[in-house]
């Protein structure tokens, strides 16, 4: 379970089916998520776009844009690329989910389905995004601090070198007869 200053998860259904959209967003929200719903594919990139969820959970077979479709637009957009994406079929053929593999689903959920399995579908990707965005957070501070490290020599390495041949030159302007035969070339 979340703690409580966390923000809470939201999820989009894309959904067809008013019966369907319903229970599902009955279960989800029994679940405590926030659930954001669309009727057709190309509404829920709409609504993607003006709410980015955690999560998606995407109907197939529907009307001006299927989930295959939904699921390529959403893996083309960065801003989506990484946001998982379950999709429910009533056909589980193999080439169907297999295509929907390779579009990169993260998941399948046959209809019909129990409130359980939707749930434990959803907790497993949310709590996968999370470790993996956690391992890229400390992927990050680890190169944070190797940066933070190395550019301080990086830097100073040529200034020393400006400054030491900066002290020559002065030396050669305050001392002429001393430095007269030796010669500067660049």
């Known amino acids: 379970?979340?703690?409580?200053?966390?923000?809470?998860?939201?999820?989009?259904?894309?959904?067809?089916?008013?019966?369907?959209?319903?229970?599902?967003?009955?279960?989800?929200?029994?679940?405590?998520?926030?659930?954001?719903?669309?009727?057709?594919?190309?509404?829920?990139?709409?609504?993607?776009?003006?709410?980015?969820?955690?999560?998606?959970?995407?109907?197939?077979?529907?009307?001006?844009?299927?989930?295959y479709g939904v699921l390529a637009a959403l893996r083309q957009d960065p801003i989506f690329a990484t946001t998982p994406v379950i999709l429910l079929t009533a056909k589980a053929d193999r080439p169907d989910l297999r295509r929907g593999m390779e579009l990169g689903a993260d998941d399948y959920i046959t209809k019909p389905f129990t409130p359980s399995e939707l749930l434990a579908a959803v907790d497993s990707r949310l709590r996968k995004q999370a470790d993996q965005n956690q391992v890229q957070a400390q992927k990050l501070g680890e190169l944070r601090t190797n940066i933070s490290r190395s550019l301080p020599h990086e830097l100073n390495t040529p200034l020393n070198a400006i400054l030491s041949f900066t002290a020559l030159l002065l030396d050669q302007v305050q001392q002429p007869d001393e430095c007269s035969n030796f010669n500067f070339r660049m």
């Not at 999820?11 to 959209?21: G, H």
């Not at 057709?40 to 990139?45: E, H, I, K, V």
């Not at 993607?48 to 999560?55: D, F, G, R």
């Open 1 to 67: 379970m979340d703690h409580p200053d966390t923000p809470m998860k939201s999820i989009l259904i894309i959904e067809d089916e008013p019966q369907i959209q319903m229970n599902l967003e009955r279960i989800l929200e029994l679940g405590g998520y926030q659930v954001f719903v669309a009727g057709d594919g190309q509404a829920g990139l709409d609504i993607a776009h003006e709410h980015h969820p955690n999560l998606i959970v995407s109907d197939i077979m529907m009307p001006r844009l299927d989930g």
